[in-house]
């Protein structure tokens, strides 16, 4: 025994569990996300041979994520996002998507009346257009608005050069750190990341709700979902996997599966999803309630589905994005929708593709059952990973086939 320790510690490397995982069969070691295991051997891709708590099995290697030994770099990475948000790239890829910001200013607009008077904050400013939407749209008392990173100089001048300053106060901190003047009447952010929850702004979101806004104040949005559909992607599986059947009439299918692991295992952000590849009729599986959702619920989000296929065709994946709705503040004033799907127009999101491993043909009248898990990482804090399981036309646990997908470590 004493030979056998020595061999597997010697080599043995930390892993942390990026989701939980239920072992199917002796051979297999169950864990919880978080956990730390010591991972002795690596031989397979797939299947790691690895000790947790003194007891050894096997683990699948796409739910392990290597510790940093000391995380030398905060867990948020705010240098580096913040420093991202200073150019002005990403605020022109934003302020470009115009059905993201028209949906913004349309409920400013619809709603100037009541806001007058009224106390907002705008969290993650960015370039400062939704405060100035407010101040030039409707008569409100004050606008806080709130941006971390060196684009609030600019923001600054923006104000000045559209006439806000009497209104709009610029705060150059992150929202978590800041002392208000005042409680707010309503909470406004574009917060959504890719699959609703990447960059993890939400947790700042909800932070600055718990400390600034008012007892019945209104949260814009003021409740999001995630939307799943079955989808065919021929054309990203042929340019990827089958691409290497017949290479300038060679035959590179030995490199099919390297093309698998590289190309299938992450999530395929601004996929342009075609409504004639859905498989079904699309279904919102996770909901989050803007007011009422605890920080800790972010942790781990999980929904179920089941979709009828309608069309006969191939099922390589699941396509997922997100709608975010708006409030009226009028009692009975119309909800507004920002739906970032394949039936509305296009955004700067678009959508992202989950492609299986390999495809499966499917026949109209088949079931697909499953669930979604979006799981934070625990060591990295703005990234997750989306689990999904599914299967089709049984209800046969021994069935049930998973994919986890790091976003992105
Ligand atoms: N991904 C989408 N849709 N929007 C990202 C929008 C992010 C903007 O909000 C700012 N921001 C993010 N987190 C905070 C925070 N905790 N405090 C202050 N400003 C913050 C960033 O610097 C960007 O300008």
Not at 25 to 30: M, N, V
Not at 66 to 72: I, M, R, S, V
Not at 112 to 136: E, K, M, Q
Request: charged residues 20%; hydrophobic residues 40%; proline residues 3%.
């Amino acid at each position: 025994m004493l030979e056998n320790e020595s061999v597997e510690s010697r080599e043995a490397e930390e892993f942390i569990g990026l989701a939980d995982f239920v072992a199917e069969g002796g051979e297999q070691l169950s864990f919880s996300v978080g956990d730390k295991l010591l991972v002795h051997d690596k031989s397979s891709e797939v299947w790691w041979w690895a000790e947790f708590q003194g007891h050894f099995g096997y683990v699948p290697s796409s739910y392990l994520n290597q510790t940093p030994e000391d995380l030398e770099e905060d867990a948020w990475q705010d240098d580096e996002y913040f420093e991202n948000y200073g150019t002005l790239r990403l605020h022109l890829e934003m302020l470009a998507d115009k059905a993201r910001t028209e949906t913004y200013r349309q409920v400013i607009l619809s709603n100037s009346a009541t806001l007058r008077g009224r106390i907002i904050l705008d969290v993650g400013c960015g370039t400062g257009v939704l405060s100035l939407f407010c101040a030039t749209l409707s008569q409100p008392a004050a606008v806080y608005a709130v941006e971390a990173s060196s684009m609030a100089e600019h923001t600054q001048q923006l104000v000045q050069q559209n006439g806000g300053e009497e209104i709009i106060t610029v705060f150059q901190e992150r929202v978590e750190n800041l002392t208000l003047p005042a409680k707010v009447d309503v909470l406004l952010s574009e917060w959504m990341g890719n699959c609703l929850l990447f960059e993890f702004m939400l947790e700042s979101v909800l932070l600055a709700r718990d400390r600034w806004l008012k007892k019945g104040g209104m949260m814009w949005p003021s409740s999001a979902c995630l939307t799943v559909v079955p989808c065919q992607a021929f054309s990203d599986y042929r340019k990827k996997v089958e691409f290497w059947d017949n290479t300038y009439g060679l035959n590179f299918s030995y490199l099919k599966s390297l093309a698998q692991k590289e190309f299938l295992s992450k999530p395929k952000f601004s996929h342009h999803l075609l409504p004639e590849d859905c498989l079904s009729s699309p279904a919102d599986v996770i909901t989050l309630d803007l007011l009422t959702i605890q920080v800790s619920d972010i942790e781990r989000l999980r929904g179920e589905f089941r979709f009828t296929v309608e069309k006969s065709g191939m099922f390589h994946g699941f396509t997922a994005w997100f709608s975010a709705y708006f409030l009226s503040l009028e009692e009975h004033g119309q909800t507004i929708q920002l739906n970032t799907g394949p039936h509305s127009e296009l955004t700067h999101w678009k959508q992202t593709l989950f492609m299986l491993d390999a495809p499966v043909s499917i026949e109209k009248g088949d079931v697909i059952t499953g669930s979604l898990c979006l799981q934070r990482n625990p060591v990295w804090r703005r990234h997750l990973s989306i689990i999904f399981s599914w299967n089709i036309n049984s209800t046969d646990a021994s069935k049930i086939h998973t994919k986890c997908f790091p976003m992105w470590r």
